[in-house]
């Protein structure tokens, strides 16, 4: 059964989204006020509703409760979006994603409810260097969707700390698989990953995750060269 996405919002960003959706094979229904943007979309053979995507009425006849997601995508009306994303949550969406504009702005999405609050400017770069990095020699594996499997070199602010103490499953979302101690020879170890086992600056971890996850991890507790 393909998913159903609503989103809120016929901009570029909504429209290049529904696109891409629709090539998943997912079911996409748009929604905006701009009568003569709606009536485009239709005509492009897009599933395009009129409405005010602020209103609590028009959001709950259109069943945003029972859709998979709800995509918040209005302009540049910050305000509006901050209230659409608060209506969603109070009608229980059960995924709620949102764009922001920029930082202050997605804060204040995620502290309203948003599940997930996407920066396509910055997001559009961060993924423009990790391909500009993997010409250069990829350390990192895609595995599916958004998952990777990457090397980590530890840094000074994980040396003598064990795996334990830094709680990666906890703090930041990564699974530790293999640990790769170097040593004075140019040999290399492989250590099993224990709780117990104290990390040294490095030491290279093999870990999975999220992107964004092991992207955080890198900078905080790896080295970045």
């Known amino acids: 059964m393909s998913q159903r996405i609503i ?82 949550k109070q009608l229980q969406a059960k995924k709620i994603v949102a764009r922001a504009l920029d ?5 204040v999405l995620e502290r309203v409810g948003a599940d997930l609050v996407v920066l396509p400017t910055r997001d559009m770069a961060y993924r423009l260097a990790e391909r500009l990095r993997d010409q250069a020699g990829s350390d990192r594996q895609q595995l599916s969707g958004d998952y990777q499997l990457a090397q980590v070199k530890v840094g000074p602010n994980a040396h003598g700390k064990s795996l334990q103490e830094l709680a990666l499953r906890e703090h930041y979302r990564v699974n530790v698989v293999l640990v790769i101690r170097p040593s004075a020879d140019g040999a290399t170890e492989d250590l099993e990953p224990q709780p117990q086992l104290k990390l040294a600056q490095q030491d290279l971890c093999l870990v999975v995750g999220r992107r964004e996850n092991i992207n955080r991890f890198e900078r905080e507790q790896g080295m970045l060269e």
């Open 7 to 88: 989103i809120l919002g016929a901009g570029r960003f909504g429209t290049h989204l529904a696109s891409r959706l629709a090539e998943y094979g997912c079911e996409v229904v748009i929604a905006d006020k701009n009568e003569d943007r709606v009536k485009e979309l239709a005509e492009d053979g897009f599933h395009a509703v009129e409405m005010d995507v602020e209103d609590e009425d028009a959001l709950k006849e259109l069943g945003v409760a029972e859709a998979d997601a709800v995509v918040v995508s209005i302009g540049e009306n910050m305000q509006g979006s901050i209230l659409a994303a608060l209506t969603l």
């Open 103 to 107: 930082t202050k702005h997605a804060q």
